[in-house]
């Protein structure tokens, strides 16, 4: 199968990246032709804030590129991974023009929330759930604490809404977790058309033994992270386990502050994912204190793979990921008590914590490898293809009448 993969590289290197590079690489042992283009957030700052704007609702130019691609080359499938804002939705048009199935990851909330988080001043919220058009996000300033970038942002979504592009033009989605699929499916979506597909690590990381006697957080340190309530709870718990922090984000400065008045918190900055996982195989548990309905939480299914348990907020997709007492405990989301409760359990209850190493790896197994991943992704790219030809034969069909 010949795959044309899209996306639009975020400034800050993430999960979303990493996971359409696994998904090429994967696709490539496989047997597939991937041809992956990338846009990259740093055009934004030659392009300008008002041309970025535009583009995000149509782009002419990612329409004629991709239109000239699959003209000049055969191909089954256009994935497209990441869109906004440098690519577009016109790229569903382009394909949809050359008779190209388009397959869509959906990796956050961004065709229905303005920030792709539905978080917003510290709480969970979901105003612009449902909404034909978001312009809860523009009161709030959502995208960016910009009124009129999140104009802009709020005009792709309603434009495209109206004019049924998230409908007509995608013939399939992938949810990255149930939790995700069922709030597009609340959105409005086409549940028939959403496939849910986890993220998954190949090849399968060598497990680790545990043993290092700290806790980590590896993540993007930012409001919607719980990145406060987790500093609050280590610095008031009694004796907990040490803390070591990976990550770089708006909150850092806090961060780094509370480190240097706290030698219990170690703030280490950003490091490369083959040291982050060294890390993590040495660590007691992970910490995922986030605040917002994470899609998936890439960096747990990372820790499940190297056998290490997580202690993660009890919300979204994270109330299945984790099973409470074999892969990890759960504590309540934004609440420091709840938090600082199983910090206190973890270190008088150090032995049950390592039990649960060897579950932990086995519920990355089970759900998280590359070749059951694999062949999931080429049945949705079989039934995409599917329903852009019975659509073709609906259209001959209708002619000829």
């Known amino acids: 199968m010949n795959i044309l993969m899209l996306h639009n590289r975020y400034l800050q290197p993430g999960g979303e990246d990493r996971s359409a590079e696994a998904d090429a690489e994967l696709l490539k042992e496989y047997g597939c032709r991937v041809e992956l283009l990338e846009e990259d957030n740093r055009r934004i700052e030659s392009l300008g804030k008002a041309r970025t704007a535009g583009r995000a609702v ?6 004629r590129r991709l239109q000239n691609i699959l003209r000049s080359g055969h191909f089954d499938v256009v994935h497209v991974q990441n869109f906004f804002p440098l690519w577009s939705p016109s790229v569903y048009y382009a394909a949809a023009r050359c008779g190209v199935a388009v397959v869509q990851t959906l990796h956050n909330y961004r065709l229905m929330c303005l920030n792709a988080l539905f978080f917003r001043d ?15 996000g523009i009161v709030h300033a959502c995208y960016r604490q910009s009124r009129m970038g999140s104009a802009a942002v709020a005009a792709m979504i ?22 995700v699929r069922e709030k597009y499916m609340a959105g409005g979506f086409p549940p028939g058309k959403i496939a849910v597909r986890p993220n998954f690590l190949h090849p399968s990381p060598v497990p680790g033994s545990g043993g290092g006697g700290f806790c980590l957080f590896v993540g993007r340190l930012s409001p919607e992270k719980g990145i406060a309530v987790m500093l609050e709870a280590w610095r008031t718990a009694h004796n907990p ?6 990550g770089d984000g708006p909150l850092r400065e806090l961060v780094s502050a509370t480190a240097r008045n706290n030698p219990g918190i170690e703030y280490l900055g950003s490091k490369a994912p083959g040291e982050v996982l060294d890390m993590m195989r040495a660590a007691e548990s992970l910490i995922f204190p986030s605040a917002s309905p994470e899609s998936m939480g890439r960096v747990v299914m990372e820790s499940l793979a190297v056998g290490t348990p997580v202690l993660a907020s009890r919300i979204g997709p994270l109330v299945s990921m984790i099973v ?5 405990r759960h ?39 590359g070749p059951a991943n694999a062949e999931l992704l080429l049945a949705i790219y079989r039934t995409a293809r599917e329903s852009v030809r019975k659509a073709r034969e609906r259209d001959k069909s209708g002619f000829n009448m």
């Open 241 to 246: 386990l040490p803390l070591k922090i990976v």
């Open 58 to 63: 149509w782009s002419v130019e990612s329409f």
């Open 331 to 369: 504590f309540e989301p934004s609440d420091v008590a709840s938090l600082r409760s199983e910090l206190e359990w973890c270190t008088c209850n150090l032995d049950a914590l390592r039990r649960m190493r060897s579950e932990s790896r086995r519920a990355f197994e089970a759900k998280y490898t």
């Open 122 to 136: 510290h709480h969970i919220c979901e105003d612009c759930l449902g909404g034909f058009f978001p312009w809860a």
């Open 158 to 179: 309603g434009w495209h809404r109206m004019i049924r592009t998230w409908y007509s033009k995608v013939d399939a989605y992938i949810a990255v977790s149930e939790f």
């Open 324 to 328: 409470n007492g074999k892969t990890g």
